[in-house]
Protein backbone atom coordinates (compact mmCIF):
# COMPACT_ATOMS: atom_id res chain seq x y z
CA UNK A 1 0.00 0.00 0.00
CA UNK A 2 1.49 3.51 -1.30
CA UNK A 3 -1.14 6.09 -0.26
CA UNK A 4 -3.54 6.35 2.02
CA UNK A 5 -6.54 9.36 1.99
CA UNK A 6 -9.51 10.11 2.85
CA UNK A 7 -12.97 10.18 1.52
CA UNK A 8 -15.79 12.52 2.61
CA UNK A 9 -19.08 12.70 1.11
CA UNK A 10 -19.50 16.06 2.97
CA UNK A 11 -23.34 15.42 4.69
CA UNK A 12 -24.72 17.88 6.51
CA UNK A 13 -27.91 17.98 8.69
CA UNK A 14 -29.75 20.23 10.50
CA UNK A 15 -29.39 18.20 13.63
CA UNK A 16 -28.32 18.75 16.98
CA UNK A 17 -26.40 15.58 16.75
CA UNK A 18 -24.49 16.81 13.84
CA UNK A 19 -21.19 18.77 13.94
CA UNK A 20 -22.24 19.40 10.36
CA UNK A 21 -25.06 21.45 10.08
CA UNK A 22 -25.23 23.45 7.16
CA UNK A 23 -23.64 23.54 3.32
CA UNK A 24 -21.17 26.37 4.44
CA UNK A 25 -20.00 23.69 7.37
CA UNK A 26 -19.61 21.35 4.81
CA UNK A 27 -17.20 23.33 2.96
CA UNK A 28 -15.33 25.39 5.28
CA UNK A 29 -14.81 21.49 7.54
CA UNK A 30 -14.10 20.06 4.60
CA UNK A 31 -10.93 22.44 3.96
CA UNK A 32 -9.86 22.25 7.63
CA UNK A 33 -9.69 18.26 7.35
CA UNK A 34 -7.72 18.20 4.40
CA UNK A 35 -4.89 20.52 6.35
CA UNK A 36 -5.51 18.28 9.05
CA UNK A 37 -4.61 15.34 6.70
CA UNK A 38 -1.86 16.58 5.73
CA UNK A 39 -0.51 17.30 8.57
CA UNK A 40 -0.80 14.29 10.05
CA UNK A 41 1.09 12.91 7.21
CA UNK A 42 -1.85 11.67 5.02
CA UNK A 43 -1.59 11.11 1.48
CA UNK A 44 -5.02 12.28 0.02
CA UNK A 45 -7.83 14.29 0.45
CA UNK A 46 -10.72 13.22 -1.71
CA UNK A 47 -14.45 14.11 -2.01
CA UNK A 48 -17.57 12.71 -3.23
CA UNK A 49 -19.90 14.56 -5.54
CA UNK A 50 -23.95 14.23 -5.06
CA UNK A 51 -26.43 16.62 -6.73
CA UNK A 52 -29.72 17.66 -5.08
CA UNK A 53 -28.34 16.18 -1.97
CA UNK A 54 -27.26 17.94 1.32
CA UNK A 55 -23.96 17.07 0.58
CA UNK A 56 -20.77 18.55 -1.21
CA UNK A 57 -22.28 18.77 -4.92
CA UNK A 58 -19.65 21.86 -6.61
CA UNK A 59 -16.52 20.24 -6.46
CA UNK A 60 -13.75 23.00 -8.22
CA UNK A 61 -14.31 25.75 -5.93
CA UNK A 62 -13.35 23.08 -3.13
CA UNK A 63 -10.42 21.46 -4.70
CA UNK A 64 -9.16 25.39 -5.59
CA UNK A 65 -9.34 26.14 -1.72
CA UNK A 66 -8.08 23.05 -0.74
CA UNK A 67 -5.14 23.19 -3.06
CA UNK A 68 -4.07 27.24 -1.84
CA UNK A 69 -4.31 25.91 1.84
CA UNK A 70 -2.22 22.57 1.19
CA UNK A 71 1.15 21.80 -0.15
CA UNK A 72 1.53 18.46 -0.41
CA UNK A 73 -1.27 15.99 -0.29
CA UNK A 74 -3.04 14.91 -3.59
CA UNK A 75 -6.75 16.46 -3.40
CA UNK A 76 -9.19 14.32 -5.52
CA UNK A 77 -12.98 13.55 -6.31
CA UNK A 78 -14.42 10.27 -6.36
CA UNK A 79 -16.81 10.57 -8.47
CA UNK A 80 -18.13 13.61 -10.29
CA UNK A 81 -20.59 12.10 -12.59
CA UNK A 82 -20.15 13.01 -15.91
CA UNK A 83 -24.42 12.65 -16.71
CA UNK A 84 -24.29 16.24 -15.45
CA UNK A 85 -20.92 18.03 -16.59
CA UNK A 86 -20.07 20.34 -19.77
CA UNK A 87 -16.87 18.45 -20.67
CA UNK A 88 -15.26 21.31 -22.28
CA UNK A 89 -16.44 23.51 -18.89
CA UNK A 90 -15.08 20.98 -16.61
CA UNK A 91 -11.42 21.05 -18.42
CA UNK A 92 -11.49 24.86 -17.75
CA UNK A 93 -12.24 24.31 -14.01
CA UNK A 94 -10.11 21.15 -13.87
CA UNK A 95 -7.27 22.92 -15.05
CA UNK A 96 -7.51 26.33 -12.97
CA UNK A 97 -8.15 24.18 -9.89
CA UNK A 98 -4.80 22.26 -11.02
CA UNK A 99 -2.78 24.97 -11.34
CA UNK A 100 -3.47 26.42 -8.41
CA UNK A 101 -2.85 22.93 -6.51
CA UNK A 102 0.52 23.08 -8.02
CA UNK A 103 -0.48 19.84 -10.23
CA UNK A 104 -1.84 17.61 -7.23
CA UNK A 105 -5.47 17.49 -8.59
CA UNK A 106 -6.40 13.59 -9.05
CA UNK A 107 -10.13 13.57 -10.45
CA UNK A 108 -11.76 10.93 -10.06
CA UNK A 109 -14.96 10.40 -12.52
CA UNK A 110 -18.02 8.19 -13.39
CA UNK A 111 -21.28 7.70 -14.43
CA UNK A 112 -22.40 8.35 -10.91
CA UNK A 113 -24.13 6.65 -8.63
CA UNK A 114 -28.65 6.27 -8.18
CA UNK A 115 -30.11 10.11 -7.88
CA UNK A 116 -31.98 11.97 -5.61
CA UNK A 117 -34.52 12.71 -7.82
CA UNK A 118 -35.25 11.35 -11.36
CA UNK A 119 -32.97 11.58 -14.27
CA UNK A 120 -31.39 14.33 -13.03
CA UNK A 121 -28.67 15.27 -15.28
CA UNK A 122 -32.19 16.41 -17.43
CA UNK A 123 -32.27 19.24 -15.20
CA UNK A 124 -28.69 20.03 -16.18
CA UNK A 125 -29.68 20.50 -20.12
CA UNK A 126 -28.12 17.27 -20.47
CA UNK A 127 -30.55 14.35 -22.45
CA UNK A 128 -29.31 11.11 -24.23
CA UNK A 129 -30.07 11.78 -27.73
CA UNK A 130 -32.59 8.39 -28.93
CA UNK A 131 -30.96 5.33 -28.54
CA UNK A 132 -28.31 6.08 -26.48
CA UNK A 133 -28.44 5.56 -22.61
CA UNK A 134 -27.52 7.93 -19.58
CA UNK A 135 -24.67 5.52 -19.57
CA UNK A 136 -23.26 6.15 -22.91
CA UNK A 137 -23.45 9.52 -22.44
CA UNK A 138 -21.30 10.00 -19.47
CA UNK A 139 -18.68 7.73 -21.32
CA UNK A 140 -19.33 9.97 -24.10
CA UNK A 141 -18.67 13.41 -22.17
CA UNK A 142 -15.32 11.95 -20.22
CA UNK A 143 -14.34 11.01 -23.71
CA UNK A 144 -14.61 14.75 -25.02
CA UNK A 145 -12.79 15.58 -21.71
CA UNK A 146 -9.84 13.90 -21.97
CA UNK A 147 -9.37 14.68 -25.37
CA UNK A 148 -9.50 18.18 -24.45
CA UNK A 149 -6.84 17.45 -21.66
CA UNK A 150 -4.39 16.47 -23.94
CA UNK A 151 -3.63 20.61 -25.06
CA UNK A 152 -4.10 20.24 -28.57
CA UNK A 153 -6.05 23.17 -30.38
CA UNK A 154 -9.04 22.36 -31.92
CA UNK A 155 -10.95 25.69 -32.07
CA UNK A 156 -10.65 27.95 -35.66
CA UNK A 157 -9.30 31.40 -33.94
CA UNK A 158 -11.12 34.49 -34.87
CA UNK A 159 -9.77 36.69 -37.77
CA UNK A 160 -10.29 39.74 -36.05
CA UNK A 161 -9.82 38.59 -32.28
CA UNK A 162 -10.42 41.01 -29.53
CA UNK A 163 -6.33 40.03 -27.81
CA UNK A 164 -3.69 38.47 -30.09
CA UNK A 165 -4.28 34.89 -30.78
CA UNK A 166 -0.92 32.77 -31.02
CA UNK A 167 -0.28 30.62 -34.37
CA UNK A 168 -2.96 27.90 -35.16
CA UNK A 169 -6.37 26.57 -33.72
CA UNK A 170 -6.52 27.03 -30.00
CA UNK A 171 -6.99 24.94 -27.43
CA UNK A 172 -8.77 25.52 -24.13
CA UNK A 173 -6.74 27.86 -21.46
CA UNK A 174 -5.75 27.57 -18.75
CA UNK A 175 -4.22 24.14 -19.78
CA UNK A 176 -2.65 22.76 -16.55
CA UNK A 177 0.32 19.72 -18.00
CA UNK A 178 0.15 16.36 -17.20
CA UNK A 179 -3.65 16.33 -15.34
CA UNK A 180 -4.94 14.08 -18.11
CA UNK A 181 -2.64 11.36 -16.67
CA UNK A 182 -4.52 11.83 -13.08
CA UNK A 183 -7.86 11.40 -14.16
CA UNK A 184 -9.59 8.19 -12.83
CA UNK A 185 -12.35 6.63 -13.27
CA UNK A 186 -14.62 4.85 -10.78
CA UNK A 187 -15.92 1.37 -12.72
CA UNK A 188 -18.80 -0.63 -10.99
CA UNK A 189 -18.33 -3.27 -13.49
CA UNK A 190 -15.73 -5.23 -14.79
CA UNK A 191 -16.21 -4.28 -18.48
CA UNK A 192 -15.85 -0.44 -17.46
CA UNK A 193 -13.19 -1.07 -15.54
CA UNK A 194 -11.48 -2.33 -19.10
CA UNK A 195 -12.58 0.70 -20.90
CA UNK A 196 -10.98 3.19 -18.64
CA UNK A 197 -7.67 0.88 -18.98
CA UNK A 198 -7.88 1.35 -22.57
CA UNK A 199 -8.39 4.99 -22.18
CA UNK A 200 -5.53 5.61 -20.35
CA UNK A 201 -7.13 6.61 -16.83
CA UNK A 202 -6.48 5.16 -13.26
CA UNK A 203 -9.02 3.10 -11.86
CA UNK A 204 -11.19 3.92 -8.43
CA UNK A 205 -12.76 0.90 -7.31
CA UNK A 206 -15.38 1.90 -4.49
CA UNK A 207 -17.23 0.37 -0.99
CA UNK A 208 -19.91 -1.37 -3.81
CA UNK A 209 -20.23 -2.86 -7.29
CA UNK A 210 -22.23 -4.52 -9.89
CA UNK A 211 -22.71 -8.19 -8.34
CA UNK A 212 -21.06 -10.34 -11.80
CA UNK A 213 -20.59 -13.90 -10.12
CA UNK A 214 -21.88 -14.17 -6.63
CA UNK A 215 -18.22 -13.98 -4.43
CA UNK A 216 -17.34 -11.91 -1.61
CA UNK A 217 -17.04 -8.01 -2.48
CA UNK A 218 -13.46 -7.73 -1.91
CA UNK A 219 -12.66 -10.84 -4.20
CA UNK A 220 -14.94 -9.58 -7.08
CA UNK A 221 -13.07 -5.99 -6.17
CA UNK A 222 -9.69 -7.61 -6.54
CA UNK A 223 -11.31 -9.69 -9.92
CA UNK A 224 -11.98 -6.27 -11.68
CA UNK A 225 -8.88 -4.93 -10.92
CA UNK A 226 -6.55 -7.50 -11.97
CA UNK A 227 -8.86 -7.45 -15.29
CA UNK A 228 -8.37 -3.53 -15.42
CA UNK A 229 -4.41 -4.00 -15.35
CA UNK A 230 -4.72 -6.56 -18.36
CA UNK A 231 -6.44 -4.71 -20.20
CA UNK A 232 -3.89 -1.89 -19.50
CA UNK A 233 -0.91 -3.75 -20.55
CA UNK A 234 -2.71 -4.77 -23.38
CA UNK A 235 -3.45 -1.21 -24.40
CA UNK A 236 0.31 -0.26 -24.47
CA UNK A 237 0.36 2.73 -22.04
CA UNK A 238 3.78 3.69 -21.36
CA UNK A 239 2.80 4.33 -17.54
CA UNK A 240 2.18 2.37 -14.66
CA UNK A 241 -1.72 3.05 -13.59
CA UNK A 242 -2.99 3.75 -10.39
CA UNK A 243 -5.85 1.97 -8.87
CA UNK A 244 -7.56 2.92 -5.96
CA UNK A 245 -10.15 1.32 -2.83
CA UNK A 246 -12.55 2.71 -0.53
CA UNK A 247 -13.17 1.19 2.79
CA UNK A 248 -14.89 2.45 6.22
CA UNK A 249 -12.32 1.15 8.79
CA UNK A 250 -12.25 2.38 12.22
CA UNK A 251 -9.25 1.80 14.50
CA UNK A 252 -10.38 1.42 18.19
CA UNK A 253 -8.37 3.10 20.21
CA UNK A 254 -9.98 5.00 22.84
CA UNK A 255 -13.36 4.91 24.69
CA UNK A 256 -15.04 7.29 22.33
CA UNK A 257 -14.54 5.00 18.95
CA UNK A 258 -15.68 2.07 20.86
CA UNK A 259 -18.33 4.00 21.67
CA UNK A 260 -19.50 5.24 18.09
CA UNK A 261 -18.14 1.85 16.56
CA UNK A 262 -17.47 -0.86 18.87
CA UNK A 263 -20.82 -2.60 18.80
CA UNK A 264 -21.03 -2.61 15.34
CA UNK A 265 -20.97 -6.16 13.24
CA UNK A 266 -20.71 -5.99 9.12
CA UNK A 267 -20.59 -8.16 6.35
CA UNK A 268 -21.40 -7.61 2.60
CA UNK A 269 -24.69 -6.54 1.73
CA UNK A 270 -26.61 -6.97 -1.02
CA UNK A 271 -29.09 -4.27 -2.35
CA UNK A 272 -30.22 -2.72 -5.95
CA UNK A 273 -28.84 0.49 -7.86
CA UNK A 274 -32.33 0.31 -10.10
CA UNK A 275 -34.95 -2.72 -11.10
CA UNK A 276 -31.75 -4.69 -13.24
CA UNK A 277 -28.50 -3.56 -11.28
CA UNK A 278 -27.71 -6.10 -8.24
CA UNK A 279 -24.95 -5.12 -6.81
CA UNK A 280 -22.98 -5.98 -3.71
CA UNK A 281 -21.92 -3.52 -0.97
CA UNK A 282 -18.69 -4.00 1.39
CA UNK A 283 -18.14 -4.46 4.85
CA UNK A 284 -16.95 -1.48 7.12
CA UNK A 285 -13.83 -2.85 9.65
CA UNK A 286 -13.39 -1.75 13.13
CA UNK A 287 -11.50 -3.08 15.79
CA UNK A 288 -8.40 -3.10 17.81
CA UNK A 289 -5.32 -2.00 15.82
CA UNK A 290 -3.55 -5.94 15.78
CA UNK A 291 -6.92 -7.52 14.92
CA UNK A 292 -7.72 -4.80 12.35
CA UNK A 293 -4.32 -5.61 10.45
CA UNK A 294 -5.42 -9.59 10.10
CA UNK A 295 -8.38 -8.39 9.03
CA UNK A 296 -7.30 -5.93 6.31
CA UNK A 297 -4.55 -8.71 5.16
CA UNK A 298 -6.78 -10.77 4.39
CA UNK A 299 -8.56 -8.33 1.91
CA UNK A 300 -7.81 -9.12 -1.39
CA UNK A 301 -8.63 -5.90 -3.38
CA UNK A 302 -6.38 -3.84 -0.75
CA UNK A 303 -3.90 -5.97 -1.68
CA UNK A 304 -4.36 -5.72 -5.19
CA UNK A 305 -4.34 -1.90 -4.94
CA UNK A 306 -1.83 1.07 -4.47
CA UNK A 307 -4.17 3.36 -2.98
CA UNK A 308 -6.41 3.40 0.01
CA UNK A 309 -9.10 6.13 0.70
CA UNK A 310 -10.89 5.92 3.88
CA UNK A 311 -14.35 6.76 3.88
CA UNK A 312 -14.61 8.95 7.25
CA UNK A 313 -18.22 10.09 8.96
CA UNK A 314 -17.73 13.68 8.12
CA UNK A 315 -20.92 14.79 10.60
CA UNK A 316 -18.72 14.12 13.56
CA UNK A 317 -16.73 16.95 13.37
CA UNK A 318 -12.75 17.53 11.71
CA UNK A 319 -11.15 16.91 15.71
CA UNK A 320 -12.88 13.64 15.95
CA UNK A 321 -12.00 12.52 11.93
CA UNK A 322 -8.33 13.73 12.09
CA UNK A 323 -8.35 11.26 14.79
CA UNK A 324 -9.62 8.67 13.23
CA UNK A 325 -7.02 9.25 9.99
CA UNK A 326 -4.37 9.24 12.50
CA UNK A 327 -5.48 6.21 14.12
CA UNK A 328 -4.98 4.39 10.98
CA UNK A 329 -1.84 6.16 10.27
CA UNK A 330 -0.03 5.28 13.37
CA UNK A 331 -1.30 1.93 14.30
CA UNK A 332 -2.27 0.11 11.65
CA UNK A 333 -1.10 1.52 8.10
CA UNK A 334 2.52 0.17 8.82
CA UNK A 335 1.71 -3.16 9.44
CA UNK A 336 0.11 -3.30 5.79
CA UNK A 337 3.41 -1.95 4.57
CA UNK A 338 2.54 1.54 4.47
CA UNK A 339 5.71 3.24 3.92
Keep these: MKHIGFLSFGHWTPSPQSQTRTASDALLQSIELAVAAE ?14 ARQLASPFPLLAAVGARTKRIEIGTAVIDMRYENPLYMAEDAGAADLIAGGRLQLGISRGSPEQVI ?3 RYFGYAPPEGVTDAEMARRHTEV ?10 AQPNPRPMFPNPPGLLRLEPFSEGLRERIWWGAATNATAQWAAKL ?14 GKP ?14 AWKEAGHARTPRVSVSRSI ?3 VNDMDRAYFGRSESEDQIGFLSEKERAIFGRSYAAEPDALIAQLKTDEAIA ?10 NQLGVDYNA ?17
Design 119 to 121: EGY
Design 200 to 213: GMNLQSSTLKIDES
Design 145 to 154: FLEVLRGQGF
Design 39 to 52: ELGADGAYFRVHHF
Design 304 to 313: EADTLLLTVP
Design 323 to 339: HVIEAILKHVAPGLGWR
Design 217 to 230: FHVQQAEQIRAYRA
Design 250 to 252: FAL
